[in-house]
């Protein structure tokens, strides 16, 4: 079953984007009371790799981008030094996820090329930040700390982004749902 070019409208994109962007700003309540849940989880990271593959670069940038941020507004949380980074790697997610989807194959193993990528990018663009931010603050950011940030800590949410975010794509693709996907996923 093929998806009609009509799913691909900007309206449908903003509305993906937006929904998108409401996920990121409410998921972290799930596991918001205890901070090390939220740490392993990465709640946010979710719904922005998805919005790379539904809506495009461009949206799920802007997402990114936005989102912890937008979050530390209305919130306080996370706090600012964490919501920068968190800010580039989440752009860097969704622009990497929707950039690599858009190029590659419409197979079902290049969902997870796409996916990997991205996270390995939006992870090195974090790390940059958080250099770069601790050399502004006069502290220090060992490459220890950025293995631990990076991978260790967030092992739980890397496998739930591993096995929920293609369950997804596959699933939204199938129903004729994707914004970013004018055809169907082969197996």
């Known amino acids: 079953m093929q998806a009609t070019r009509k ?6 994109k903003l509305v993906y984007a937006a929904v998108c962007l409401a996920l990121a700003l409410v998921l972290p ?14 709640p946010m990271h979710l719904p922005v790799l998805l919005c790379g593959f539904l809506c495009g670069w461009p949206w799920a940038l802007a997402v990114g981008a936005v989102a912890p941020l937008l979050r530390f507004a209305l919130f306080s949380m996370p706090a600012l ?3 920068i980074p968190m800010a ?8 990497a996820a929707g950039l690599l989807y858009s190029r590659l194959p419409r ?6 090329v796409s996916l990997v990528g991205a996270m390995l990018a939006g992870r090195v663009v974090w790390g940059v930040v958080k250099f770069v931010l601790s050399g502004l603050q006069n502290t220090e950011f060992p ?11 967030a092992i739980p949410g ?3 982004q591993l096995v929920l975010i293609p ?10 749902m994707s914004a970013n996907a004018p055809r169907t996923v082969r197996a």
């Open 7 to 12: 799913n691909s409208s900007p309206v449908r």
């Open 29 to 42: 309540f799930l596991t918001g009371q205890i901070p090390q849940i939220g740490n392993a989880l990465c």
């Open 81 to 83: 030094w964490t919501a």
């Open 88 to 95: 580039f790697e989440l752009a860097t997610y969704g622009a």
């Open 107 to 112: 197979r079902a193993g290049n969902i997870y």
């Open 143 to 153: 490459f220890s700390a950025f293995v631990a940030g990076a991978f260790t800590t």
């Open 158 to 160: 890397i496998i739930v």
């Open 167 to 176: 369950l997804l794509v596959l699933g939204l693709d199938r129903a004729g």
